[in-house]
């Protein structure tokens, strides 16, 4: 397949996150990939003839996070979770979603096959992306080659993972983006009784331009070169309308 019809999609191996107590302790929160912010983006790429690849860690199968499961999640919406999760299954029969590649069995050579790369979230890539050397390698590949690069809510947590890569430095300092709010993060702390990683303060610490707010949170996303950006679920769709977008005029 050419080499503009082909999308890496990465995934965390974990099923939970880090929680941290307030008497010392840290705790695994149960989480995954968060279903629409994987399903949306995924749906349009797949329907504009893109072949897709899924990748991880160490290729354990994707878990949901159990919260995107919910109908509360889809605003009761029943049929659109069910075309959602019978996307999921259709991946795992036709496109090895439970086998994803891992991220060492990529090689840089095989990259140059791929015209974008989409992380989406969940709380899971808090527990392995940010600080994997092979993922690292893999942003750095799709970074230099002004490759359009899409994440979502946590997603942009994975962008750290530059400063493990061959350029061992952050690489994404001074962009744009927009990312799952510390103010949003921290509703979640009251619900989950413990403090999460924050992932709109460490981006910013690291020299990102955070562009957060209400706009954000409803759904408007954030673009900046080869980055694509969103808040949450309700970016989903703009995401993945301007991925392809920006794969079309590579």
Known sequence: MAADKKVLIVLSDDSSFPLY?????????ESGYFL???????????????????????????????LSLSLAAFAGNY??????????ERMKKENGFSRPRKFSEITNEELRNYSGVFIPGGHAPLSDLGDNPELGRILHHFHISSKPTAALCHGPWAFLSTKYGPSEKFEYAGYKMTSWSDAEEKLM???????????????????????????????SITVDRELITGDNPMS???????????????
Do not use: W
């Open 21 to 29: 107590k307030g008497d010392g302790k840290t705790v695994p929160q």
């Open 36 to 66: 629409m912010e994987l399903a949306k983006p995924l749906q349009k790429i797949l329907d504009a003839g893109y072949e897709v690849t899924f990748a991880s860690p160490e290729g354990k199968e994707p878990t949901p996070d159990p």
């Open 79 to 88: 049929y659109e979770r069910k075309r959602e999760l019978a996307l999921i």
């Open 189 to 219: 702390e009251t619900i989950f009784r413990g403090e999460i990683d924050k992932v709109e303060g460490t981006l910013r610490k690291e020299g990102v331009d955070m562009q957060e707010g209400l706009a954000k949170s409803l759904g």
């Open 236 to 250: 989903a769709d703009a995401l993945g309308n301007k991925f392809l977008e920006m794969l079309a005029t590579k």
